[in-house]
């Protein structure tokens, strides 16, 4: 099974010369090293091998018919809007997750960090933080623009601490997170308390 066998059309990642050839999410996997060289560049390894070190054997059996599977290759799901992929990834698993489609910023940002930096990189999973951020502040926006703001008091619990013992939990008791419960709604309510402010001071300078 190669690339070639999947039906990708697409010439996104497309390897040409004997790199093309190597199978991908197959039984048979791309060529790997004997087990003598592995063991001789990389200190400890293969120290499972022996079957009576192996916990998890005989569950582990590669023998082929075994699992049930009617195919060697799982039939690919249709790519109905563009997915992103790391560039590790000469193309998109066979079956992936469409429930949260990206929009707006934090989409091209997330475009961004999969299309340029490895998953080695830090750069990749910072900027894929940084679009959680803008999402988050996209839908508090999309959010306020419907007329569904968020309920600030009742989403982050604080109400819940006038009706559920928010006092008789904390005193008394050998809790390891009471010294920090004092910086808890600054923390919360803080970012909240700025965007207000900015807000107030933007509108205060354009009806001047």
């Given amino acids: 099974m190669t690339l070639d066998d999947t039906g990708d059309s697409g010439d996104a990642g497309a390897l040409d010369g004997p790199e093309a050839e190597v199978p991908a999410y197959t039984a048979n996997g ?21 079957p009576a070190d192996r916990p998890s054997y005989p569950k582990l059996d590669p023998r082929p018919g075994l699992t049930g599977a009617h195919w060697s290759f799982p039939e690919r799901q249709v790519e109905v809007q563009p997915r992103e992929r790391s560039i590790e990834h000469r193309f998109l698993t066979p079956v992936f997750g469409t429930a949260q489609p990206m929009r707006g910023l934090s989409g091209r940002m997330r475009k ?17 933080i940084a679009a959680d951020r803008v999402d988050v502040v996209e839908g508090a926006l999309l959010g306020l623009v419907r007329g569904r703001p968020d309920n600030v008091l009742a989403q982050t619990g604080v109400s819940s601490e006038l009706t559920h013992h928010g006092v008789s939990s904390r005193l008394g008791q050998t809790r390891a997170d009471w010294k920090h419960q004092l910086v808890d709604p600054v923390v919360v309510l803080g970012p909240w308390v700025l965007a207000g402010w900015g807000v107030v001071a933007a509108v205060r300078r354009v009806l001047r």
């Avoid at 004997?34 to 293969?46: H, K, M, Q, V, Y």
């Avoid at 930096?117 to 900027?127: K, V």
Wanted: no cysteine; aromatic share 10%.
């Fill in 112 to 128: 961004l960090a999969y299309a340029r930096w490895s998953e080695a990189r830090n750069a990749h999973w910072l900027t894929l």
């Fill in 30 to 50: 791309p060529a790997r090293p004997s087990a003598d060289e592995l063991r001789a560049r990389i200190p400890g390894w293969g120290v499972d091998l022996d």
